[in-house]
């Protein structure tokens, strides 16, 4: 796992932060912070909802927001040795407090291919990301700090978790280079 600092320029930093909290953003709500789609489930005191939004996937832009992002994604991949055109997902997370107390969301993988995944701290914030092993045993734990980039390989086990206040803002981006 790497770490980086000041990956984003600040006027870029205090852009993400303000683009993302401004209540004209679209975010999409999840019955589940850890799937894309919404369950038929009506068992929420089960699940930790949360709310997203999509700005690239299977490598194509779908979010009419995702231009805004540009200069952030392509410091973002410069920083992880990689190209913007193999961002196979850009995907922003909103979590809030839930009122419950739960260490974390559900242990996952993004994918079951090969790929490195870099996470964005768009805000600080007290949800930390945990890291597990195969056993599903917490091994490590990232606080998120407003412009703090980890970047690891998406099929080690993490998982987010729910601010006790406020709100957390994260930008999860996986590369995965095209086959040419």
Same mark, same amino acid.
């Given at each position: 796992?790497?770490?980086?600092?000041?990956?984003?320029?600040?006027?870029?930093?205090?852009? %993400?932060?303000? %683009?993302?909290?401004?209540?004209?953003?679209?975010?999409?709500?999840?019955?589940?912070?850890?799937?894309?789609?919404? @369950?038929?489930?009506?068992?929420?005191?089960?699940? @930790?909802?949360?709310?997203?939004?999509? !700005?690239?996937?299977?490598?194509?832009?779908?979010?009419?927001?995702?231009? !805004?992002?540009?200069?952030? !994604?392509?410091?973002?991949?410069?920083?992880?040795?990689?190209?913007?055109?193999?961002?196979?997902?850009?995907?922003?997370?909103?979590?809030?407090?839930?009122?419950?107390?739960?260490?974390?969301?559900?242990?996952?993988?993004?994918?079951?291919?090969?790929?490195?995944?870099?996470?964005?701290?768009?805000?600080?914030?007290?949800?930390?990301?945990?890291?597990?092993?195969?056993?599903?045993?917490?091994?490590?734990?990232?606080?998120?700090?407003?412009?703090? %980039?980890? %970047?690891?390989?998406?099929?080690?086990?993490?998982?987010?978790?729910?601010?006790?206040?406020?709100?957390?803002?994260?930008?999860?981006?996986?590369?995965?280079?095209?086959?040419?």
């Amino acid at each position: 796992m790497k770490h980086f600092f000041n990956t984003l320029p600040n006027p870029i930093v205090n852009q %993400l932060e303000d %683009l993302t909290k401004n209540p004209r953003f679209p975010w999409f709500w999840l019955y589940d912070s850890t799937n894309y789609v919404t @369950s038929e489930h009506n068992d929420s005191k089960s699940k @930790s909802q949360s709310f997203y939004h999509i !700005l690239i996937n299977e490598y194509e832009p779908i979010s009419s927001m995702t231009g !805004l992002f540009e200069s952030a !994604l392509h410091c973002i991949a410069d920083k992880c040795d990689a190209r913007v055109s193999d961002i196979y997902r850009a995907r922003l997370g909103l979590c809030y407090p839930h009122g419950k107390f739960v260490l974390h969301h559900e242990p996952h993988i993004d994918y079951n291919f090969d790929h490195t995944t870099a996470l964005y701290y768009v805000n600080d914030s007290d949800g930390d990301t945990f890291f597990f092993d195969k056993d599903n045993n917490i091994i490590h734990r990232e606080t998120p700090l407003k412009g703090k %980039l980890i %970047l690891f390989d998406g099929k080690e086990i993490h998982a987010s978790s729910s601010p006790s206040e406020g709100i957390r803002i994260a930008m999860n981006i996986n590369f995965k280079p095209r086959i040419s």
